[in-house]
C-alpha cells in the first residue's frame, strides 16, 4: 500500500511560480473588460469622498522610476480608501503645453516652425502631445494603477482650457495680475522668461573682476582722484551700470595705495588688498555708507554717470561693500534704481546677446562679451583684479543651460498683495513630512510677484487685448467671451482670429476711440496651467470636489505644483485647494546617485515589469521610506523579489491546505477552535489592525513589514510548520485539523484584502483560489477585515508569546545537537525537559506539546534545578536532546516504539495505523 496517497497533502492549482510578466497584463484585460474601475465607484457611491487630486505628470516621454514612486503610492492610497468606507473616485492627469513639446517637434521631429502660422505649429504640437498621453497611460495601467483612464483630464482639453482663463480673470478682477517691466530669469537658451520653480542651480565658471570708478562729483566728501571699487562675476553687465549701491550703516575706508585712492568697505579692507595684490596700503580716512549717498562716479568707458545709491541688501560676506547696480539685470538692482530713478536699461535681447544699447559689444553673446568688457575695461584701466571662480548659479531646468537677470516686460501675479492670506492657508493644511510647512512657508513668506507670461507659443495664450493708446484691456466681459470662446473651440482660436473677432460683438473701449485693438502674444507659464487644475478639474468634474483632501507629488513640488496651485487657489477662493499634502524624495541608483544614462545607472519601470512584474515594483515601493529618497537597482529589486517569493509561498500553503475545505460547512467558531489556532486569529487581529494603521497614515513601509514578518515569523516558521503534523496526517474531518483549517481559511481571506493595494495582481489571484461563496467575485470589491474584539486577547499573547520564548530555547538546543551530527531532523530526537517552576506551570497548561516542538517524543523530568549535567540550559528551561527510540513511522515519520503494534501495518506507528484502518474501512 502506498501510505502517501492517505495523507491529506497539500493541493492548489494556486501556482508556485508568479510568472507575473504574462499573467499581469492578462489580468488586467479583464479588469478593463469588467471595467473594473465603474464597478469600484458604484459600490461605493454614497459614502464620504475621499478625493486624492493628480499631480499632472508632463506628457512627453517614457514614464521613469519617479513616475512609477508616484503613480503607485497614489494607487496603494485610492484603493485602501475605497476599502475602508470611502468613495475615492482617482482621475489621473497629464500637463501638456511648454517648451519640451516644441523642442521635441522642431529637433527630434525636425519640424520646421518658420515655414508655418502659429496656429499650425500649435496643432502639431497637440497631435504630439496625445500621442505621449497614449503611450505614459499604457505605461502607467501597467503598473496595476486603477483610475478613471478613460475620461482623463488633460490641460490642453478645451474645457480646462476655459475654466484656467476663468482663474486668471478672478485674480485679474481682484487687482493681483498685472504687467510690468522688472528683470526676471530670463534663459536664452529658451528665449523665454522662466518662473523661479524652473530654476535650478549648477556649478559654473565665471569671472571675477574688480573695477575702479572714478569719482566725478564727490559731494564734499569723496575727492575727484578717488576711485570706489566694485567687484562683480558678471563683467557683461558693467555696460548695463547705471549705479553703485554702498550699506548706509557700514564703515568705508579711504585707501592710500602708491598713487591711487581708492573707496573700499573697512571690513573689507584686508581681503580686498589680498585679492588684488597690494603689496602695502594706508587708510587715510573713514567714513559712513550714509555719506556717500547722491555721490557721482563715472562709468569706467561710456560718457555716463554712475550713481552712489543707499541700499539695505549690500552685505559683507563677499566683494568691496560696494555694489555694481545695473537695474535691468537684478531684483536689488532693480528695485534700488526704482527708488532713486534709475531707467531700465537692458542691453540684451531675447537670444541673449548684447543690443546697439551696448555700443562696442553689439552682437556678441552675453557670455562672449565677458572676455570683450574686460579686455575694455583692462585698456581704460579701470580693471584691478581678474580671477575665476566656480559657483552655483541658476540654470533653467529644461535646457540645463544658464539663466540670466533681464528686464523685460513680463505679466506678474502679485502675490505679496495676497501673500498673508497665502500663510494663513498653509497652517490650515495637514504636512507629510510636517517639515514640507516650514519649507512652502519660507518660499512664500519672502516672495513679491510670480512672473506668468511666457514668450513661446504652446500654451495658453494670456487673455489680454490693447488699446491703441497700448494700455491693457482685462473685463469681466472680455475675460467670459474668451473664456467661452475657449470652451467651444479651444485656446488655439486666440492665434486663428484677429483681435477684434476675439472681443465681445461691439465691444467698445476709451482706450481705442477708433476701435482698433491688439491681442497679446504671450501665453501663460505652465505653471498656471496645472496650478489651475482645482478649478478646471475639482470644480468642473462632478465626482470630485474642492479642497481635495490630499496632493501628493514629489519634494520638488513644493517649488511648483503646491506652490501654483496654493497661490491660484486662495488668490480665487482665499483657501488651500488640499486640506494635506503628502511629499516623497526621488528614485535614486543603489549607490545613491542620481540616474543617468551617461552613468548607465537607470533602472526602467517598463523593463522591470518585463522582466520581474509590476508587482515587484510596487512591493519595492511599499517597502522604502519614501519620505526620502529611496534606492533603486537591480539587486534590490531581487532583495524584494525573494520577499515576494516567501508570502506568494505562504499563500500558497495555505490554499493548498484548504482544497477540502468548505466553509459553509466546515468552518468553526471561535469558542471552538483550540486554543494555539484562537491565538492565531488574535495575531492575525493584530496584523490587521498595524496594517490598517500604517496605510491610514501612508506608512507603507510598516505595511510591508507587518506582512512579511507575519508571513515568515508567525506562520512559515512557527503555526505552518507545526499544524503540518495535523493537517497531513489527521483524519479530514479531524477537529484539530478543521479548527486549523478554519483559521487558514480566514487568514488567507484577510491576507488577501490586506495587500490588495499593494499587490493588487496576486491578491485577485489569490482571491479566486480560495474556497467557499465569496462576498464579491474580485478581492478589491470588498472591504478590508475590521479589527475585531476578543476578550482574551491579552492572556492568550501573553500566554503563548511565554512558550515561544520557550520554544526559541528549545530549537537552539535541538539546532545545536544537529550541528553535533547527535540528531537529524528534529523529529529524530526526543526531549527530557527541566523547565523553571513557572515555564513548568506554563507547559501543564498547553495541549499537543510533542506536535508543537515538532519531536517524536518528550518528557518533563522535573524542575530546572534538577537538571542533570549534561541538560543544555537556558533561562526558562534545560534539555536534553537524544535521538528518539523506536522505528520511524512510514506515514508521519516520527520515531516511535509503537511502529510494529499493528499487525496489519507493521511499517506504521499506531496512531497512523489507526487512522488507515479507518480509512481501509470507508
Not at 48 to 62: E, K, Q, S, V
Not at 119 to 133: K, M, P
Not at 803 to 819: P, Q, T
Amino acid at each position: 500500500m502506498n501510505y502517501k496517497d492517505t495523507l491529506n497533502m497539500p493541493k492548489t492549482d494556486f501556482p508556485m511560480r508568479g510568472n507575473l510578466p504574462k499573467r499581469e497584463p492578462e489580468m488586467q484585460a479583464k479588469w478593463e473588460t469588467e471595467d473594473m474601475y465603474a464597478q469600484v465607484q458604484k459600490r461605493t457611491e454614497g459614502r464620504p469622498l475621499f478625493i486624492l487630486h493628480d499631480g499632472p505628470p508632463y506628457a512627453n516621454g517614457d514614464i521613469h522610476m519617479g513616475h512609477a514612486l508616484n503613480k503607485i503610492i497614489k494607487d496603494m492610497i485610492v484603493r485602501f480608501k475605497s476599502m475602508t468606507g470611502y468613495h475615492a473616485p482617482y482621475v489621473p492627469g497629464w500637463d501638456t503645453h511648454g517648451l519640451p513639446i516644441e523642442t521635441a517637434l522642431t529637433k527630434n521631429k525636425k519640424v520646421d516652425r518658420k515655414k508655418m502660422s502659429v496656429s499650425e505649429f500649435r496643432t502639431l504640437c497637440e497631435a504630439y502631445a496625445y500621442e505621449q498621453i497614449d503611450r505614459q497611460r499604457d505605461q502607467f495601467k501597467r503598473l496595476g494603477v486603477r483610475g478613471d483612464w478613460a475620461n482623463p483630464y488633460i490641460t490642453l482639453t478645451k474645457g480646462f482650457e476655459a475654466e484656467q482663463i476663468k482663474v486668471f480673470g478672478e485674480m485679474a478682477k481682484k487687482g493681483y495680475i498685472y504687467k510690468g517691466k522688472k528683470p526676471v530669469y530670463w534663459s536664452p537658451s529658451s528665449e523665454s522668461a522662466l518662473a523661479e520653480a524652473e530654476i535650478e542651480y549648477q556649478d559654473k565658471r565665471s569671472p571675477s573682476i574688480y573695477v575702479a570708478f572714478p569719482v566725478v562729483d564727490g559731494k564734499g566728501v569723496l575727492e575727484n582722484d578717488e576711485k570706489v571699487i566694485i567687484w562683480t562675476t558678471t563683467p557683461w553687465t558693467i555696460p548695463a551700470n547705471l549705479g553703485i549701491a554702498v550699506h548706509p550703516n557700514l564703515e568705508y575706508s579711504v585707501v592710500q595705495v602708491n598713487d591711487a585712492k581708492y573707496v573700499v568697505a573697512s571690513e573689507l579692507l584686508a581681503q580686498v588688498a589680498e585679492f588684488i595684490g597690494w603689496e602695502s596700503y594706508e587708510v587715510v580716512r573713514t567714513h559712513k555708507g550714509t555719506d556717500f549717498e547722491h555721490i557721482i562716479c563715472k562709468h569706467p568707458f561710456y560718457d555716463r554717470d554712475s550713481l552712489v545709491m543707499l541700499g539695505e541688501h549690500v552685505t559683507t560676506d563677499a566683494g568691496t561693500g560696494c555694489v555694481h547696480t545695473a537695474p535691468g539685470h537684478g531684483e536689488d538692482d532693480f528695485n534700488i534704481g526704482k527708488k532713486y530713478g534709475l531707467d531700465v536699461l537692458c542691453p540684451v535681447d531675447d537670444q541673449g546677446k548684447m543690443t546697439k544699447e551696448a555700443p562696442g559689444f553689439e552682437g556678441l553673446f552675453y557670455d562672449d562679451a565677458n572676455k570683450a568688457v574686460t579686455e575694455k575695461l583692462e585698456e581704460v584701466g579701470a580693471l584691478l583684479k581678474l580671477t575665476f571662480i566656480t559657483h552655483s548659479y541658476p540654470h533653467d531646468w529644461r535646457t540645463k543651460k544658464p539663466v540670466i537677470f533681464r528686464a523685460t516686460a513680463q505679466w506678474f501675479a502679485s502675490i505679496k498683495d495676497f501673500r498673508d492670506d497665502i500663510l494663513r492657508a498653509i497652517k490650515e493644511v495637514n504636512w507629510v513630512p510636517a517639515w514640507g510647512e516650514t519649507r512652502l512657508y519660507n518660499m512664500i513668506k519672502d516672495r513679491e510677484d510670480w512672473c506668468i507670461s511666457r514668450q513661446r507659443a504652446w500654451g495658453v495664450p494670456i487673455p489680454v487685448f490693447y488699446g491703441e493708446d497700448g494700455e491693457p484691456i482685462i473685463t469681466s466681459e472680455t475675460i467670459e467671451h474668451v473664456s467661452n470662446l475657449f470652451r467651444e473651440h479651444g485656446s488655439n482660436v486666440w492665434f486663428e482670429r484677429e483681435a477684434k473677432d476675439l472681443l465681445p460683438e461691439g465691444f467698445t473701449s476709451p482706450h481705442s476711440p477708433n476701435g482698433i485693438f491688439t491681442k497679446e502674444t504671450d501665453i501663460m507659464d505652465v505653471w498656471f496651467d496645472s496650478g489651475s487644475s482645482h478649478q478646471g478639474v475639482l470644480v468642473e468634474r462632478e465626482e470630485l470636489r474642492r479642497p481635495a483632501d490630499l496632493y501628493l507629488e514629489g519634494s520638488d513640488q513644493y517649488r511648483g505644483w503646491f506652490n501654483s496651485s496654493l497661490s491660484t487657489a486662495v488668490a480665487v477662493t482665499g483657501e488651500a485647494p488640499y486640506k494635506g499634502v503628502l511629499s516623497h524624495g526621488f528614485a535614486l541608483d543603489g549607490n545613491g546617485r542620481k540616474m543617468s544614462k551617461s552613468l548607465g545607472n537607470v533602472v526602467v519601470p517598463n523593463k522591470v515589469m518585463e522582466q520581474l512584474g509590476g508587482d515587484i515594483l510596487r512591493l519595492w515601493v511599499a517597502s522604502v521610506d519614501y519620505q526620502a529618497d529611496v534606492r533603486v537597482s537591480d539587486k534590490i529589486l531581487k532583495q524584494v523579489a525573494e520577499v515576494y517569493r516567501k508570502i506568494r509561498n505562504t499563500f500558497r500553503f495555505l490554499l493548498g491546505n484548504l482544497d477540502d475545505f468548505q466553509p459553509e460547512t466546515d468552518k468553526r467558531s471561535y469558542e471552538n477552535l483550540q486554543e494555539v489556532d484562537r491565538y492565531m486569529l488574535v495575531r492575525l487581529n493584530e496584523v490587521v489592525e498595524k496594517v490598517r494603521n500604517g496605510y491610514e497614515n501612508y506608512d507603507f513601509s510598516s505595511v510591508y513589514q507587518t506582512i512579511h514578518n507575519f508571513c515568515t515569523i508567525d506562520l512559515s516558521s512557527f503555526y505552518l510548520d507545526f499544524t503540518k503534523d495535523i493537517l497531513y496526517i489527521e483524519l479530514k474531518d479531524n477537529e484539530k485539523r478543521r479548527s486549523i483549517q478554519s483559521v487558514m481559511y480566514e487568514m488567507i481571506v484577510a491576507l488577501a484584502k490586506l495587500v490588495s493595494p499593494i499587490l493588487p495582481h496576486t491578491a485577485e489571484e489569490v482571491w479566486g483560489y480560495i474556497p467557499g461563496e465569496k462576498e464579491a467575485s474580485f478581492v478589491q470589491l470588498t472591504d478590508m477585515p475590521e479589527v475585531k474584539v476578543y476578550d482574551e486577547a491579552a492572556s492568550l499573547k501573553e500566554k503563548w508569546t511565554k512558550f515561544l520564548v520557550f520554544r526559541d530555547e528549545v530549537l537552539k538546543a535541538l539546532e545545536n545537537k544537529r550541528n553535533e551530527k547527535v540528531i537529524g531532523k528534529s523529529l529524530t530526537a526526543q526531549l527530557a525537559l527541566y523547565p523553571t517552576k513557572e515555564t513548568k506551570e506554563l507547559l501543564d497548561t498547553i495541549d499537543d506539546l510533542r506536535i508543537l516542538l515538532i519531536v517524536s517524543a518528550l518528557e518533563i523530568k522535573g524542575l530546572k534545578e534538577d537538571a542533570p549535567a549534561e541538560a543544555e540550559s537556558f533561562d526558562h528551561t534545560a534539555v536534553v536532546v537524544q535521538p528518539a527510540e523506536g522505528e520511524t513511522c512510514e506515514r508521519c515519520w516520527i520515531v516511535s516504539t509503537t511502529v510494529g503494534d499493528n499487525a496489519e501495518h507493521p511499517t506504521l506507528c499506531s496512531h497512523c495505523g489507526e487512522i488507515v484502518s479507518i480509512l481501509e474501512a470507508k
